[in-house]
């Protein structure tokens, strides 16, 4: 093959490859840009559907920030109850599964693998099959409506995963640590603490980001564990709005966008160790 | 050291140092606050709504629910469209992500939207986008002469639409983990494909498809048990209309509990998937290594 | 070692994490069960004086009774799910009250034995009654095999349909509420010659615009009041006096028929929404107030009333003069129109360990004048349950306009009340009736028809055997 073949078939590639990614840019961005422009709407022109707006407002943002509307009464509060409920997830879900990490990587065991299957098995069940038992034991606890039934839930469910992907990052450190404690004549706890602990703990941020988000996002158990205006998360309270007569949309759009701001930053700030600690999670089946 | 050798009758103190020197305790007592949360909030819950789903009253009652009926079958195409669809998808576009121009990481970058935010948002804005009156896709199609659709308001387009939101929200992470799965094939492999004269089909037929095959099929496994139990996406978006015809498992199970004060009726709802989960957990703990 | 010098460096980090974590620890559990007062969940109102009423009726309580109650309002789908839980937990609260009660919880939950017996209370309160809206509340208990009061009505809604007289203005027809034809054929016919007419007149900005909002989903009660409204028309029974099924007689049968068809045949001929099939019941709403459907048919009068509260229309200019309320029209066989009424009714769980103090507060509550500002606030939404707080001169004569206008609708209302055959709904009959309505077999009948083409015929067998079983499985 000739050089300028080699050359044309480069620029084939590149062309084929540009109109794909244009596609592909508008399919994922297109809702969110749409989410954008409604928020921005003024409530005249929701009813006009266009691909831009004429006359962009701020006005929902500042009502759903000033609470000046009677949806969006109690949206701080909400607010923080979705930042409560979330930070305690990631702190509890990041003790346990550092804590698991270490029985399952680097303590050999028996009945290591019964962990394990147990582990794996939480984390394949999905998560509304056990929502209905789950409600009706909080239920029985007296838990409903607190924001620790809905904590527990969370990270129950976030746990297993963050153990999957700890557990495996923390297989590949080298055996030293635990020789290193013992020459010390150093206890499992110390060596945990002052040892184990700093070596895992860029994995144990992305877990800690996993657990957040998992919470942040969560709607079912939410709506399920929790009711009433000034008890419910964010997503909960979006979702009210729509069982309600005449929901305003650009204000629910302001509400959506502020409520996906947080996981964007996130995600993009973590991302490296997101996505690495995701994949050896889930490429280590193979 | 053999297994509960601190049960052998010795002295208190010795019996303390094997116990703190005991393999099998350590573990146990590191993995503590896990087994007690698996065992309180997993196990517990299990046990009890399978108690509640014994009774065969249930069954019966679901079954003589032409709504249930139809729950089963969009539960089906659901988890079975969607998850394809969507996987098969992935796979090509870890291709595209693959080239290593640098507006492609641009692009995987925004690519990766619909992932971190939120499903609810995403969800909010499809519904709009929807609406027969005064949702774009209707003004665009009456723009171009076209007819307006009821997109949530039939039995197909609706439940078109749960498929496409689904496909939309959680493209990106599996793209991602078969970007992943693509990169940790040796590129030595590629390089004796191609003294071989392999064209890119070839490659991806010869080289990527086998090695990521288990990979893909492992994915298909788990996107199918978690979509199963999908809740929000039908109850936000459909909320199981027009004429209760798009409920799937999850959402239905709600309706039962909820709406109707039935709790046995919820739980025997999802009895009903469970032989089928467990039968993919089954699968996947034998192939999975943890 | 140097591992361990280096996490030094990161104690402080991880003692600013546990102090943030200790400083909003106590918030996790903020809301939990407190132990002597009285728990009282209310529905959350539409608009904020309705709220603002309630509370204050609790201070005065707080203050007369010496105790300390726990009130909190929740919207009503949200609240009749906790309702639900509560009494599936059997973890009550003292109180409640939601829109859904006597539709989804009071049959169903009387017949089981769960809620208390409050005939003591009612006996008290009987001569304030008006007595068609008492018997809401008058279920059977499978335990006692008796019937009972098992909850306090205290207001009403029932069916009002709403239009836009400017828009009927614009295209020169008749919109003076008195002037419209209330002929069966003739009124539905008015709306979908408004449409026609409007249509053409601006195809850009009225080329979506229906004449009909008429809310034919499974998810909407308001289906459920559309349905039983247009049965009565169509002379159709569902229950007899004791509450068995006399959907499967022939003439039954036949209006079931001529009904679905009757909301097929709107449907397909183009004049409702394609949405309607998956409104919930605040769609007709939004749809009404922007404007993309001429009337629309909606129990309570909460259209109005929230136009009423329209910050964008100080004048009250849609309220007074831009929008009406007329009544349902006469049947095809040209009898005036029968109609039916939700009463919400107050609920006193039986597990509930306050039963004396909660009926003092339902007492307070109910009281006349603290009553009549109550139901006041809410602006004409809902109608009293008692005749001497309809007295009261609000109910006929309604708000007066800025500019001297009359109120166009609460008077409305009020006839439909007062003056026209109107009985409430009728799950009280038996709790496999609150069954039909949770799954909403009309709603989802209609659907047969409209999206599934199935036959009308088709559809009501379906709809009459599932009817059948819900019965068959109350045993």
């Given at each position: 093959?000739?050089?300028?073949?080699?050359?044309?078939?480069?620029?084939?590639?590149?062309?084929?490859?540009?109109?794909?990614?244009?596609?592909?840019?508008?399919?994922?961005?297109?809702?969110?840009?749409?989410?954008?422009?409604?928020?921005?709407?003024?409530?005249?022109?929701?009813?006009?559907?266009?691909?831009?707006?004429?006359?962009?407002?701020?006005?929902?943002?500042?009502?759903?920030?000033?609470?000046?509307?009677?949806?969006?009464?109690?949206?701080?509060?909400?607010?923080?109850?979705?930042?409560?409920?979330?930070?305690?997830?990631?702190?509890?879900?990041?003790?346990?599964?550092?804590?698991?990490?270490?029985?399952?990587?680097?303590?050999?065991?028996?009945?290591?693998?019964?962990?394990?299957?147990?582990?794996?098995?939480?984390?394949?069940?999905?998560?509304?099959?056990?929502?209905?038992?789950?409600?009706?034991?909080?239920?029985?606890?007296?838990?409903?409506?607190?924001?620790l039934a809905l904590v527990l839930a969370m990270v129950t469910f976030a746990s297993p995963y963050a153990l999957w992907v700890l557990s495996d990052y923390a297989r590949t450190l080298p055996p030293e640590i635990e020789e290193a404690g013992a020459i010390d004549g150093a206890g499992a706890l110390t060596t945990f603490f002052y040892l184990y602990l700093p070596l895992i703990l860029p994995p144990l941020i992305a877990i800690g980001t996993y657990a957040f988000?998992?919470?942040?996002?969560?709607?079912?158990?939410?709506?399920?564990?929790?009711?009433?205006?000034?008890?419910?998360?964010?997503?909960?309270?979006?979702?009210?709005?729509?069982?309600?007569?005449?929901?305003?949309?650009?204000?629910?759009?302001?509400?959506?966008?502020?409520?996906?701001?947080?996981?964007?930053i996130l995600y993009y700030c973590f991302k490296r160790y997101l996505v690495s600690g995701l994949v050896s999670g889930a490429v280590v089946g193979t | 050291m053999p297994p509960f050798a601190f049960l052998v009758r010795t002295t208190r103190e010795e019996r303390m140092v094997r116990l703190l020197h005991n393999r099998t305790f350590h573990g146990f007592m590191f993995s503590a606050p896990l087994l007690a949360l698996f065992g309180a909030f997993v196990i517990y819950p299990m046990a009890f709504g399978i108690y509640y789903a014994l009774d065969r009253d249930s069954y019966r009652a679901l079954f003589g629910d032409p709504t249930f009926r139809q729950t089963v079958w969009n539960t089906i195409w659901y988890v079975g469209v969607a998850v394809n669809v969507k996987l098969f998808l992935a796979l090509l576009l870890s291709g595209i992500l693959d080239y290593p121009y640098r507006w492609i990481r641009v692009l995987s970058a925004l690519f990766l939207i619909p992932?971190?935010?939120?499903?609810?948002?995403?969800?909010?804005?499809?519904?709009?986008?929807?609406?027969?009156?005064?949702?774009?896709?209707?003004?665009?199609?009456?723009?171009?002469?076209?007819?307006?659709?009821?997109?949530?308001?039939?039995?197909?387009?609706?439940?078109?639409?749960?498929?496409?939101?689904?496909?939309?929200?959680?493209?990106?992470?599996?793209?991602?983990?078969?970007?992943?799965?693509?990169?940790?094939?040796?590129?030595?492999?590629?390089?004796?494909?191609?003294i071989d004269g392999a064209q890119p089909v070839q490659n991806f037929r010869f080289v990527t498809f086998p090695l990521l095959r288990n990979l893909y099929l492992i994915c298909t496994l788990l996107s199918m048990v978690f979509t199963l139990g999908d809740f929000t996406v039908p109850w936000l978006l459909a909320g199981g209309a027009p004429g209760d015809s798009t409920h799937v498992l999850a959402t239905l199970a709600y309706?039962?509990?909820?709406?109707?004060?039935?709790?046995?009726?919820?739980?025997?709802?999802?009895?009903?998937?469970?032989?089928?989960?467990?039968?993919?957990?089954?699968?996947?703990?034998?192939?999975?290594?943890? | 070692m140097g591992t361990r010098r280096r996490w030094l460096w990161r104690v402080p980090w991880i003692a600013a994490l546990c102090l943030a974590l200790a400083l909003i620890g106590p918030g996790l559990t903020g809301t939990a069960a407190a132990g002597e007062k009285l728990v009282v969940w209310w529905n959350k109102g539409y608009y904020p004086e309705e709220d603002a009423a309630m509370q204050k009726i609790v201070k005065e309580f707080e203050a007369k009774q010496k105790v300390e109650v726990d009130?909190?309002?929740?919207?009503?789908?949200?609240?009749?799910?906790?309702?639900?839980?509560?009494?599936?937990?059997?973890?009550?609260?003292?109180?409640?009250?939601?829109?859904?009660?006597?539709?989804?919880?009071?049959?169903?939950?009387?017949?089981?034995?769960?809620?208390?017996?409050?005939?003591?209370?009612?006996?008290?309160?009987?001569?304030?009654?008006?007595?068609?809206?008492?018997?809401?509340?008058?279920?059977?208990?499978?335990?006692?095999?008796?019937?009972?009061?098992?909850?306090?009505?205290?207001?009403?809604?029932?069916?009002?349909?709403h239009y836009w007289r400017d828009m009927l203005k614009e295209v020169g027809m008749e919109d003076d509420p008195a002037k419209i034809p209330m002929k069966w054929d003739e009124y539905w016919g008015y709306w979908k010659k408004a449409q026609d007419a409007l249509r053409k007149k601006d195809p850009a900005k009225y080329g979506k615009l229906y004449g009909i909002g008429m809310t034919m989903s499974t998810r909407a009660s308001d289906t459920l009041y559309n349905f039983d409204m247009a049965l009565l028309s169509f002379n159709?029974?569902?229950?007899?006096?004791?509450?068995?099924?006399?959907?499967?007689?022939?003439?039954?049968?036949?209006a079931i028929i001529n009904t679905l068809k009757w909301f097929g045949e709107l449907f397909t001929s183009g004049y409702v929404p394609p949405d309607a099939t998956n409104w919930s019941d605040g769609d007709n709403n939004a749809g009404f107030h922007n404007k993309s459907i001429v009337m629309t048919p909606n129990p309570s009068q909460s259209i109005p009333a929230s136009q009423f509260f329209n910050k964008d229309d100080p004048q009250k200019t849609n309220y007074f003069d831009n929008m009406a309320t007329i009544e349902w029209p006469a049947g095809p066989d040209g009898k005036k129109a029968r109609y039916l009424s939700a009463v919400k009714t107050?609920?006193?769980?039986?597990?509930?360990?306050?039963?004396?103090?909660?009926?003092?507060?339902?007492?307070?509550?109910?009281?006349?004048?603290?009553?009549?500002?109550?139901?006041?606030?809410?602006?004409?939404?809902?109608?009293p349950a008692f005749t001497d707080v309809a007295k009261d001169p609000f109910w006929r004569a309604g708000h007066r306009g800025p500019k001297g206008q009359k109120d166009p609708h609460v008077p409305v209302a009020t006839t439909i009340y007062q003056d026209r055959d109107n009985k409430a709904f009728e799950h009280w009959k038996h709790p496999a009736n609150s069954q039909v309505y949770d799954e909403n077999i009309w709603g989802k009948a209609m659907a047969r028809i409209a999206i599934d083409k199935w036959p009308p015929e088709k559809a009501a067998d379906e709809a009459i055997d599932r009817m059948k079983a819900i019965f068959a499985g109350y045993k």
């Open positions: 093959m000739s050089a300028s073949g080699h050359q044309r078939n480069r620029f084939l590639v590149q062309a084929g490859l540009s109109g794909l990614a244009v596609l592909i840019l508008a399919w994922t961005l297109f809702p969110v840009y749409y989410m954008v422009l409604l928020s921005l709407t003024p409530t005249n022109d929701l009813f006009r559907p266009g691909l831009y707006i004429d006359n962009p407002t701020l006005k929902s943002y500042i009502y759903t920030m000033g609470q000046d509307n009677p949806f969006v009464r109690y949206f701080w509060r909400q607010l923080g109850t979705s930042l409560i409920v979330a930070i305690w997830t990631m702190a509890t879900v990041m003790v346990i599964a550092s804590l698991g990490s270490f029985a399952m990587a680097r303590i050999h065991f028996r009945f290591r693998r019964f962990v394990s299957g147990l582990t794996l098995f939480t984390y394949i069940i999905p998560a509304s099959f056990l929502s209905i038992p789950f409600f009706k034991m909080m239920a029985d606890y007296d838990l409903l409506d607190t924001k988000l998992y919470a942040w996002n969560e709607y079912l158990y939410a709506l399920l564990l929790l009711t009433g205006e000034h008890n419910i998360p964010i997503p909960v309270a979006m979702g009210n709005f729509l069982t309600t007569d005449n929901a305003p949309w650009n204000l629910l759009m302001a509400v959506s966008t502020v409520y996906a701001i947080p996981p964007v | 992932w971190a935010i939120p499903a609810l948002p995403g969800i909010l804005s499809f519904r709009w986008m929807l609406n027969s009156q005064w949702g774009i896709f209707n003004h665009l199609l009456t723009k171009f002469g076209l007819p307006s659709v009821p997109w949530l308001a039939r039995h197909d387009t609706a439940l078109g639409a749960i498929i496409v939101f689904h496909i939309w929200k959680y493209l990106p992470f599996w793209t991602i983990i078969f970007l992943a799965g693509r990169r940790a094939i040796p590129h030595e492999l590629y390089e004796a494909a191609a309706r039962y509990t909820f709406h109707m004060g039935r709790l046995e009726w919820g739980m025997a709802t999802f009895a009903v998937a469970l032989p089928v989960t467990l039968f993919f957990i089954f699968l996947l703990l034998r192939w999975v290594k943890i | 009130l909190s309002f929740t919207a009503q789908e949200d609240l009749l799910k906790k309702i639900t839980a509560a009494l599936i937990a059997r973890r009550v609260p003292d109180v409640a009250f939601c829109f859904f009660n006597d539709w989804q919880v009071i049959p169903k939950y009387g017949w089981n034995d769960q809620l208390a017996d409050v005939s003591d209370l009612i006996k008290e309160l009987r001569p304030r009654y008006n007595e068609k809206m008492l018997e809401v509340a008058y279920v059977f208990n499978n335990k006692t095999k008796k019937r009972a009061y098992y909850g306090i009505p205290i207001e009403a809604q029932t069916m009002h349909i159709g029974e569902l229950l007899d006096k004791g509450g068995k099924v006399v959907a499967d007689q022939p003439k039954n049968r036949e107050v609920i006193i769980p039986k597990d509930s360990k306050n039963q004396k103090l909660a009926k003092d507060f339902v007492r307070f509550v109910l009281e006349p004048a603290r009553f009549l500002e109550y139901v006041k606030a809410a602006n004409g939404r809902w109608y």
